[in-house]
């Protein structure tokens, strides 16, 4: 790429082989809970060797040779004659030595100086004489591969989920990470593909160089719908609902925003039907509490999404409220009766039942609390900022690209390689990746689905969904990856990837801030979460334990 590289190319994620020395160690609170971390960094020592000082001779003679020798081997064991090929031997040697199992407790006994010698002998042969493992090639698991992509296409203000279209991961060892169980299929991949290109319709909805004017949409109460039609009523001016949630109704699929960005929603509501009954229904001695949330078809809420605003209403008093919320392609705003029942029906057979009520009483539609709603607006897209952040994000510039100059779309899919790909991408690999956007725009005609076609493809590559390992000290671009997969299960920043770039991160002085930094950012929280809860199980603890 040459002088034009962007200072965005960046390096590929790596691995931390095993090491036998210990470089850095810090403590620090993370969640209320203490975390140690090591950082090991020393080469690990060359091949054992499995001569014995004589000291050791003479106690395996003494002590082991007559169960264990030239004459009897028992348990396929023998001691008189030993390699360095003899790894396992040696760490199982060690075990039952240093937990006392042998020798047998009707055999003489060593000393516990003699033990402690013939143990650490042991030990010292299987450390050396053990090859340092390689950790093999790992997939994405679901949670990283929805961090990324949100952090990669700078999907960060809605509820939207990358990962939703992802099957569960197989967990081992009560772990999400164990390569052996991130396995690949064609099915898989074809998912990976379908995530791609909706989170890229989400992140690059737009490659115009101007927002399109924001509009109002007064929202008709009679195309309004709740969660059951049993307790809901319509009218021009009013719609009142005494369960679950109201949506936008259009006589069809629940009318959904086209285009993604920030909303202005107002809503005018009461509550009514307090004391209709003879008895309370619930709410009862509180009165009905408005939600105004954000929603989609089969969505699913991922950590960043924040919880629907709460409004506690006044029986036969309108209110008015407002709330603005980033709202995606193919979502909508909803209403909700937060503290509503569950099943009316339900109380009322129980009020019958107790003499509380009359069958007279009970008798037409249910007329408990409810929520009355008499004014619902929707205004809207409004950006902060043009280009929004996820198309920033996606293209790597703060302004839209000329798509029919080729160095830009070459410039803007390199940029979006080498973030996807979390290392520098060659120029024969970016000749292939131009031929397939070329291809794909004389297919479509239109440069902005070129590119999501072709980005898609990228994000469904190993390149971006599998984190490859090599053998070797690590750079400082590996370093950067590894650190981030870490402690935040996604993706290095900016700040990292550059630090990897200059080299400078393998300078303790400057890897030790970054850890300290990475700690203190918000998204470390996600180490607890996974790796804590996962190793401790506290995830399931309180399915178990009762207070």
């Not at 003479?58 to 020798?69: A, V």
């Not at 809605?158 to 064609?186: C, M, Q, R």
């Not at 005494?242 to 629940?254: L, S």
Request: proline letters at 6%.
């Amino acid at each position: 790429m040459g002088a034009g590289r962007s200072a965005w190319d960046f390096p590929a994620p790596i691995f931390l082989p095993n090491y036998s020395g210990t470089d850095l160690q810090m403590s620090f609170d993370l969640s209320m809970r203490s975390v140690f971390v090591v950082v090991c960094f020393f080469p690990v020592a060359s091949a054992a060797r499995a001569e014995e000082p004589a000291s050791t001779k003479s106690l395996l003679k003494k002590y082991c040779s007559h169960c264990h020798g030239a004459d009897t081997q028992e348990g396929d064991v023998r001691l008189d004659r030993l390699s360095q090929d003899d790894v396992d031997l040696f760490g199982r040697i060690y075990k039952q030595l240093s937990s006392r199992q042998m020798p047998p407790d009707d055999e003489k006994q060593p000393t516990r100086e003699e033990r402690k010698l013939l143990a650490s002998h042991f030990l010292d042969l299987a450390q050396k004489s053990s090859t340092p493992e390689t950790a093999a090639l790992r997939r994405l698991n679901k949670r990283e591969y929805s961090n990324t992509v949100r952090d990669l296409l700078g999907l960060r203000d809605g509820i939207f989920d990358p990962g939703k279209f992802i099957y569960k991961d197989e967990v081992s060892e009560g772990f999400d990470t164990e390569a052996e169980s991130l396995v690949t299929s064609n099915e898989l991949l074809l998912e990976y593909l379908q995530a791609a290109q909706s989170s890229l319709r989400q992140a690059l909805f737009t490659l115009e160089p101007k927002p399109s004017e924001p509009r109002d949409i007064n929202v008709n109460t009679a195309k309004m719908t709740g969660g059951s039609r049993r307790y809901e009523t319509k009218s021009p001016n009013a719609y009142i609902f005494r369960v679950g949630k109201a949506k936008i109704h259009d006589g069809g699929p629940t009318l959904l925003m086209k285009t993604p960005g920030r909303y202005r929603i107002t809503v005018t509501a009461s509550a009514i039907d307090e004391k209709h009954y003879p008895v309370l229904f619930a709410p009862v001695n509180a009165a009905p509490i408005l939600g105004i949330g954000v929603s989609g078809n089969h969505a699913s809420i991922s950590e960043l999404d924040r919880s629907e605003e709460k409004f506690p209403l006044k029986y036969g008093k309108e209110q008015t409220f407002q709330v603005e919320r980033w709202i995606d392609r193919g979502f909508h705003p909803y209403l909700q009766f937060a503290n509503g029942p569950g099943k009316p029906i339900t109380q009322i057979r129980s009020a019958l039942r107790r003499g509380k009520i009359t069958r007279a009483d009970a008798s037409g539609p249910f007329r408990g609390p409810g929520i009355r709603v008499t004014g619902f607006k929707i205004e809207g897209p409004f950006f902060d900022q043009w280009p929004p952040e996820s198309v920033r994000t996606t293209i790597g510039s703060d302004t839209i690209p000329n798509l029919k100059d080729a160095d830009a779309r070459l410039a803007l899919l390199s940029r979006f390689a080498a973030r996807a790909f979390r290392r520098r991408v060659t120029r024969d690999e970016m000749t292939l990746w131009v031929q397939h956007l070329n291809a794909r725009y004389a297919a479509k005609r239109d440069w902005r689905e070129a590119f999501i076609e072709t980005m898609s493809a990228m994000m469904a590559s190993p390149d971006f969904l599998y984190l490859p390992e090599e053998e070797g000290e690590l750079s400082a671009y590996q370093l950067a990856s590894r650190l981030s997969y870490f402690f935040w299960s996604t993706m290095p920043d900016r700040e990292l990837f550059l630090l990897g770039q200059s080299g400078k991160l393998k300078d303790p002085k400057v890897l030790g801030q970054q850890v300290v930094k990475m700690l203190d950012d918000p998204r470390s929280q996600r180490f607890s979460d996974s790796f804590a809860n996962q190793w401790l199980s506290l995830d399931t603890l309180t399915a178990h334990v009762r207070f």
